[in-house]
């Protein structure tokens, strides 16, 4: 069990070049399984049995875990039987008739835009008196709602990943997908008053190439962007409490309410499938029907 949890481990690494976290969380979630096939007698991979999947999924369910949560765990475990068959260490693709509860669509926080306005602009008048830290904090605000980008994707990206002639960024998604995504003007300026005055300022010895940098000159982390998101939005008066994350929803949701067509949408958010994106298309139509049933004197 160990060696074929070691050797999955590299193969999602190595073969499919997911990210790190991505990896973490599927390598947990898969030791989690063979733990609990372990405690009902299976030492080795060809022993897993498709009770003893569906005793793994229905023990996560008395813990109280999320809908969502459990249909992402029965498809970790069902691309790990696939694999388990693939690579010769199983006969029988035991998670193949693995069910999973289905998850539960859940409708994003939005910034409205007179918040996303507000946001970038009440950032942008406490970093009025030049520090590094608040030039980088609009630049960061400025290039995730310009971009839609996770925030992932920020903190990897490097100086040379973006072309100021033509306003553009050249983004690594899942799977080390390359994208490349235009920003406008706003951001554009943010970015080139973080480089000329703020990054030099925090940079040092260590700090490479990357763009974003925290306090002690390496490069920001995720946590340190998630923290100056929530902080800065509710700043906003009346604005709901949203991330990272929820700045990219934001993003797609103004584009999509301003008249970009759902591929463009697809293409900039690095959506691997176009069900993806249409999520937004909830959103935009849920805030249609709040307007009409506001405004329409028969509605």
Known sequence: ????????????SAERDLATLTVRAYVADIAGLLDHAARLGAVRPDELELRSLRSWLAKQQTLGLSRTTLARRATAARVFTAWLVRTGRSTTDAGAQLGSPKAHTVLPEVLRADEARALVESAAALADDGSPQGLR???????LYATGMRVGELTGLDV?????????????????????????APAADALSAWLESGRP????????????????GKRIDQRAVRSMVHRRVADVPGAPD??????????????????????????????ASLATTQLYTHVTTDRLRRAYQQ?????
């Not at 074929?4 to 999602?12: G, N």
């Not at 904090?137 to 290039?143: G, K």
């Not at 405004?295 to 509605?299: D, F, K, M």
Request: glycine share 12%.
């Open 1 to 12: 069990m160990a060696e074929a949890l070691a050797a999955y481990e590299r193969h999602l």
């Open 137 to 143: 904090d609009v630049a960061i605000l400025e290039l």
């Open 160 to 184: 040379d990943d973006l072309d100021p002639a033509r306003r553009v960024v050249r983004v690594f998604g899942k799977g080390r997908k390359e994208r490349a995504v235009p920003y406008g």
């Open 201 to 216: 300022a925090l940079a040092v010895v260590g700090s490479g190439a990357a763009l974003f940098l925290g306090l002690r």
């Open 242 to 271: 949203i991330g990272p994350h929820g700045l990219r929803h934001t993003a797609a949701t103004h584009l999509l309410e301003g008249g970009a067509d759902l591929r463009s949408v697809q293409e900039l958010l690095g959506h």
């Open 295 to 299: 405004a329409h004197p028969r509605a």
